[in-house]
């Protein structure tokens, strides 16, 4: 699946995407993702305890 998706990057954007690299970019995009939501679920929490 990975390979494919690589496949179609590279032939969208005419260079040539790696699939480790692919995987690379995969992993950061996914680690901020994961702390955008941990971030907005502690500020909802604060948020949420002084308007108590």
Known sequence: ???ALARAISRATR???DVETLKVLLI???AGLLL???AAMIYRQ???AALL
């Open 46 to 48: 604060a948020a949420n």
């Open 28 to 30: 950061f995009a996914g």
């Open 1 to 3: 699946m990975i390979a």
């Open 15 to 17: 260079t040539n995407f």
């Open 36 to 38: 955008s939501l941990v």
